[in-house]
C-alpha cells in the first residue's frame, strides 16, 4: 500500500515538474512579442524617436547577454527553484512597471524584465536536463511550444487585448502579468517537495566556475547558431509590421502575419527535438533551417506581399526548429546538469549581444535604403554564418567539462 502511495504522489509531482516547465515557458516571449503591435501606439503617445522604439525590444536582449553567464554561475549555488522564483518575480514587476507611468518607467520596467526573462531562459534548460533526464527531447519541445503558442497569441491578439481591458498599449502590455503570477505560484509549490536543485555529486564540480565554457570550440558554434537564429527573429518580429505597411498591408493586418509565423513554429518546435534527439547528429537539420530561413527572406525580397503567406510559413518553421535547436544543443552537448547551465548561459550571453544588433542594424540599413534591401541583405549575409556555426554545433561531441 505504502509503495502504491508514494508511486502515485511521484506522479502527482511530475505533473507538478510539467506544469513548471509549460508556465515558466510562456513567460520568456509574451512579453517582448506583444510589444510590436502597439509599438506605433506607444510611440505617439510617449513621443518616442525611433532609436528608442527599437529599444523597447532590443533592451532584454541586451539583459539576457550582460546576465546569462551571471546566472548561469550562480544559479547552482543558489538552487533553480529560487532562481526561478527570483526571476519569475522580477518579471511580474517589471510587467507592471513598464505600463504604470511614463518615459522612465517604460524602459526601466523593460529591464527588469529582460532579467526577469534571462533568469527563465537560462535555468529552464537545466531544470528540463534534471527533472527529465529520459526525455529531455518531448521536454524541450513541451516548452518551445508553450513558449511561442504564447507569443504568437501576444502578437495576434495585443491590439486586441488593449482593447478588451480599456487600456490601450496599457492593457496589451500588462495583462501578461497574470501568467507570471500563475509561475511564481507553481514553482514555489514544486520547491516545497524538497527536491534538490543541485545533484550533490555534481555540487564541487559547479563551484569551479565557467570559464572553460569559453575556451570550448563547440561552445562557441553553439553560442553563435543561437544568436543568429535569434538575430534574425527578432529582427523580423521587431520590423516586419512596418515593413509589410510600406509593402501596401493594412497596419490592422500585420499582427496576424505575426501570429501566423508564430503558429507555423509549434508543430516543428514539438515534433523536432524528438527527431533530434533521436539522430546520430543534427547536421542535416541545421542544413534544413538555413536552407528555410534563405528562403523565406528571398521571398520576402522578391516577392513582397505576392508569398506574403508563403515566407511567413517558411519563416515560422525554420525558425521554429532552430530555436529549439539551440536549446535542445544545450542538454546535448554536456554530459551533465551543471555543464548544461553553464553552455546556456554561455550561449544565451553571446548569442542574446549578437541578436541584440539585429533590429537597430536593420532599422538603421531601412534609413539609408527606404526600400528595405539593404536590411534583408544583412540578414541573407547573417543565415551563411548560421549555416557554417550550424554545421558545427551539430556534430556529435561533447563540451568537456570543468
Request: net charge positive.
Amino acid at each position: 500500500m505504502n509503495n502504491i502511495i508514494q508511486k502515485s504522489n511521484t506522479v502527482s509531482w511530475s505533473w507538478l515538474s510539467v506544469l513548471v516547465v509549460i508556465l515558466v515557458s510562456t513567460n520568456l516571449r509574451s512579453p517582448i512579442t506583444a510589444v510590436g503591435p502597439v509599438l506605433g501606439q506607444i510611440s505617439d503617445y510617449l513621443t518616442l524617436d525611433s532609436f528608442q522604439s527599437s529599444l523597447l525590444t532590443a533592451i532584454p536582449l541586451f539583459m539576457f547577454a550582460s546576465c546569462s553567464v551571471l546566472v548561469s554561475k550562480y544559479s547552482h549555488v543558489r538552487g533553480m527553484h529560487r532562481f526561478l522564483l527570483f526571476g519569475l518575480i522580477v518579471l511580474a514587476v517589471g510587467i507592471i512597471v513598464r505600463v504604470g507611468g511614463g518615459t522612465t518607467s517604460l524602459f526601466v520596467g523593460s529591464v527588469m524584465i529582460g532579467l526577469g526573462i534571462c533568469v527563465g531562459n537560462v535555468v529552464a534548460p537545466g531544470y528540463i536536463k534534471t527533472s527529465f533526464p529520459n526525455n529531455i527531447g518531448l521536454m524541450t519541445g513541451i516548452f518551445a511550444v508553450a513558449m511561442n503558442l504564447t507569443a504568437a497569441f501576444a502578437s495576434g491578439f495585443s491590439l486586441r487585448l488593449g482593447d478588451w481591458t480599456s487600456f490601450g498599449w496599457r492593457g496589451s502590455l500588462g495583462v501578461w502579468v497574470v501568467l507570471a503570477i500563475g509561475s511564481i505560484i507553481a514553482v514555489f509549490f514544486d520547491q516545497l517537495r524538497g527536491q534538490k536543485n543541485v545533484i550533490p555529486k555534481q555540487k564541487k564540480q559547479v563551484q569551479t566556475g565557467i570559464g572553460h565554457i569559453f575556451k570550448s570550440r563547440l561552445a562557441w558554434y553553439i553560442s553563435i547558431f543561437m544568436g543568429i537564429q535569434s538575430l534574425v527573429y527578432y529582427s523580423l518580429i521587431s520590423w516586419l509590421p512596418k515593413v509589410l505597411v510600406d509593402y501596401g498591408m493594412a497596419a490592422k493586418d500585420t499582427g496576424w502575419l505575426l501570429f501566423l509565423i508564430q503558429i507555423a513554429m509549434i508543430p516543428i518546435m514539438f515534433v523536432g527535438p524528438i527527431i533530434a534527439h533521436r539522430m546520430k547528429d543534427q547536421r542535416l537539420m541545421a542544413v534544413a533551417v538555413a536552407v528555410g530561413m534563405l528562403g523565406s527572406i528571398l521571398i520576402f525580397f522578391l516577392y513582397k506581399l505576392d508569398g506574403i503567406y508563403v515566407a511567413a510559413i517558411l519563416l515560422g518553421l525554420s525558425n521554429g526548429l532552430s530555436f529549439s535547436l539551440s536549446i535542445l544543443f544545450f542538454s546535448l552537448r554536456a554530459k551533465s546538469t551543471a555543464n548544461a547551465i553553464k553552455i546556456s548561459g554561455m550561449a544565451q550571453s553571446v548569442g542574446y549581444l549578437i541578436a541584440a544588433f539585429g533590429p537597430p542594424i536593420f532599422g538603421k540599413l531601412h534609413e539609408i535604403d527606404p526600400s528595405w534591401n539593404y536590411s534583408f541583405y544583412f540578414l541573407a549575409a547573417s543565415i551563411v554564418l548560421l549555416l557554417l556555426t550550424g554545421i558545427k554545433a551539430a556534430e556529435n561531441k561533447f563540451v568537456e567539462e570543468s
